[in-house]
């Protein structure tokens, strides 16, 4: 299957989005090198212009509608994190954003998405959103709906446009995601295309990463990508956790534990679904399969910042962290 996207098509977004995103930083962490017996470098999107690396796809998905005769309006649907950076790429731009937002997205990413970057929202039933979507489309002559593919599938999404950069002998592209929403993983291993069993998205902590892979970006996935690993929402510690002062809970949950260390230990404040990165970083999964001594630098990419800190602190408490 041919890649919708090209090092020359990564090369023309580059030049859309320069302009206008932020050059986000690398961190080291003193903490989660000496865990994981590696250097380790994180790459904060937290730190990017509406908390995610969505902003860059969306501003690139906009300029190139702009560049092709389109300026009536955007209109997408999401949870949030692509929500916001589209209504703000409009806001940019000058062209209206109509989002369709499920109602049980977080409160925190609604409010930013209406009042901070004052795009149009709609609200609608999870099962519903496309077709939601349609009729807004329908009603608005010329608009051009944006997919969050665009940026292109979670913190899988980003891959496409770091793969190419990344392609070399001795570099590995490991992927991860929730255990509980696995459909990567299970498309991955089988060879095809996989959605969410039972055709709905379980409940996880990692509210970013529920969308399943689309065509496009699977047909990267299985040319370019090394390994898919999950997380669980309730993990055991890994083997080589040593850490006083920390939780003392060997079962706390993996995706919360994790966000909870990097919100202490480098003082950046993630979002969980950013969380599962790092829980595959410091998992006994990892380190048996790419042993520190062959894999010395790990870069992993905290996708996004976009947290409920309230609700997500309560969910830490009643969890024991």
């Not at 999107?45 to 009536?72: D, H, L, V």
């Not at 070399?168 to 299970?186: F, H, Q, Y």
């Not at 496009?216 to 890994?238: G, H, Q, W, Y």
């Not at 969380?275 to 380190?287: A, H, N, P, Q």
Request: glycine share 8%; net charge negative; with cysteine.
């Amino acid at each position: 299957m041919p890649y919708c996207i090209s090092s020359e098509d990564v090369d023309e977004a580059y030049e859309h989005v320069n302009p206008c995103v932020t050059r986000t930083p690398v961190l080291t962490s003193t903490f989660f090198s000496t865990l994981s017996s590696r250097d380790v470098q994180f790459k904060c999107e937290a730190f990017q212009k509406t908390g995610s690396f969505k902003f860059r796809g969306a501003t690139n998905a906009t300029r190139m509608y702009i560049e092709g005769g389109g300026g009536t309006a955007v209109v997408t649907h999401s949870s949030g994190n692509h929500a916001q950076a589209l209504a703000l790429a409009g806001s940019m731009n000058d062209i209206p954003a109509h989002i369709i937002m499920p109602n049980n997205a977080p409160e925190a990413k609604r409010r930013a998405v209406e009042d901070t970057y004052k795009a149009n929202v709609t609200i609608c039933d999870p099962t519903k959103r496309q077709e939601t979507a349609d009729g807004v489309l329908a009603s608005l002559d010329g608009a051009e709906f944006i997919q969050s593919s665009y940026t292109p599938a979670r913190t899988r999404g980003s891959l496409p446009a770091r793969a190419p950069a990344a392609w070399g002998d001795n570099v590995k592209i490991v992927l991860a995601e929730p255990e509980i929403v696995d459909d990567a993983k299970r498309s991955f291993e089988s060879g095809e295309l996989q959605g969410h069993e039972g055709g709905v998205a379980k409940p996880s902590v990692a509210d970013g990463l529920k969308t399943t892979l689309g065509l496009n970006t699977f047909a990267i996935v299985k040319d370019l990508c090394d390994d898919i690993m999950t997380v669980s929402e309730k993990e055991v510690r890994p083997s080589n956790y040593e850490c006083h002062g920390c939780d003392s809970n060997p079962t706390s949950p993996q995706i919360l534990r994790c966000t909870k260390l990097v919100w202490e230990r480098m003082k950046v404040m993630i979002e969980p679904s950013a969380g599962v990165g790092v829980g595959v970083l410091i998992s006994d999964e990892f380190k048996e399969k790419y042993p520190a001594d062959k894999y010395k630098r790990v870069g992993v990419v905290l996708c996004g910042g976009n947290v409920d800190v309230g609700k997500t602190i309560v969910k830490m408490q009643e969890m024991g962290l």
